[in-house]
T-cell receptor
Framework: EPEVTQTPSHQVTQMGQEVILRCVPISNHLYFYWYRQILGQKVEFLVSFYNNEISEKSEIFDDQFSVERPDGSNFTLKIRSTKLEDSAMYFC????????????FGPGTRLTVT | AQTVTQSQPEMSVQEAETVTLSCTYDTSENNYYLFWYKQPPSRQMILVIR??????QNATENRFSVNFQKAAKSFSLKISDSQLGDTAMYFC?????????????FGKGTHLIIQP
C-alpha cells in the first residue's frame, strides 16, 4: 500500500540554523499539508499546498517558514532560522483530489533545536 | 474559527471493557467532517473513523463507533472489547468540507490506557 514518507526521522539543529524537512507524498495525490506537534500538545495545522502554491496557512506559519515542491515527488518545509520553540514533531500529509477528507499522514520528523 | 475540545486528558480501562471518549466542537459551518485519529507511542497518526456531518447515521468501523450529535456539536468515540493495542493518544479532529484544501483542527487528545 502506498504511503507518505518523511526524512529524516530525527533532526537535531542549533538555534538560528536553517532546516529542511522532506516529504514524499503518495504519487497520485495533489494536496499536501504540514502539521506540527509540540511534545505533549495537540497537532496543529501549518499549511496546505495545491497546484504549486499555498492554499491556506495558519498563524503559526510565519515568514520563517516556507514550503516548496522542488520536483514531481518531494514536498519540503523549510525553517529559515530555527528557534528553541520550533522543537516539535512535524507531520506531512497528502490526499487525492477525489477524496476531500482522506489525509494520509507520514511518520513524522522529530526536530530538536538546541 | 473552529475549536475542538476533548475534556478527558487520560482514561484507563480494563482489557475487554467498553470505553467512550468525548469530543465537542464549535463551528458555524453546516457541512464538515469529523475524525478520530489514533497516535500510538510510535507517534504515527492513524485514522480510526470518519463522520460526515450531513449523514445522520453514526459511523462504525469494527469495534469503533461514534455517537454524532450535530445539534449538540458532540462527537464521541466508543471502543468496544478494548484491546491492549488500543493504548494510545486519541485525537478528535474537524475539517470544513467547504474548501478542498482546508487543514484539520485537532483537539488536545485523550491518553487511553488499556490495562491487562
Amino acid at each position: 500500500e502506498p504511503e507518505v514518507t518523511q526524512t529524516p526521522s530525527h533532526q537535531v539543529t542549533q538555534m538560528g540554523q536553517e532546516v529542511i524537512l522532506r516529504c514524499v507524498p503518495i504519487s497520485n495525490h495533489l494536496y499536501f499539508y504540514w502539521y506540527r506537534q509540540i511534545l505533549g500538545q495537540k497537532v496543529e495545522f501549518l499549511v496546505s499546498f495545491y497546484n504549486n502554491e499555498i492554499s491556506e496557512k495558519s498563524e503559526i506559519f510565519d515568514d520563517q517558514f516556507s514550503v516548496e515542491r522542488p520536483d514531481g515527488s518531494n514536498f519540503t518545509l523549510k525553517i529559515r532560522s530555527t528557534k528553541l520553540e520550533d522543537s516539535a514533531m512535524y507531520f506531512c500529509a497528502s490526499r487525492p483530489s477525489w477524496v476531500p477528507y482522506e489525509q494520509y499522514f507520514g511518520p513524522g520528523t522529530r526536530l530538536t533545536v538546541t | 474559527a473552529q475549536t475542538v475540545t476533548q475534556s478527558q486528558p487520560e482514561m484507563s480501562v480494563q482489557e475487554a471493557e467498553t470505553v467512550t471518549l468525548s469530543c465537542t466542537y464549535d463551528t458555524s459551518e453546516n457541512n464538515y467532517y469529523l475524525f478520530w485519529y489514533k497516535q500510538p507511542p510510535s507517534r504515527q497518526m492513524i485514522l480510526v473513523i470518519r463522520q460526515e456531518a450531513y449523514k445522520q447515521q453514526n459511523a462504525t468501523e469494527n469495534r469503533f463507533s461514534v455517537n454524532f450529535q450535530k445539534a449538540a456539536k458532540s462527537f464521541s468515540l466508543k471502543i468496544s472489547d478494548s484491546q491492549l493495542g488500543d493504548t494510545a493518544m486519541y485525537f478528535c479532529a474537524f475539517m470544513d468540507s467547504g474548501g478542498g484544501a482546508d487543514g484539520l483542527t485537532f483537539g488536545k487528545g485523550t491518553h487511553l490506557i488499556i490495562q491487562p
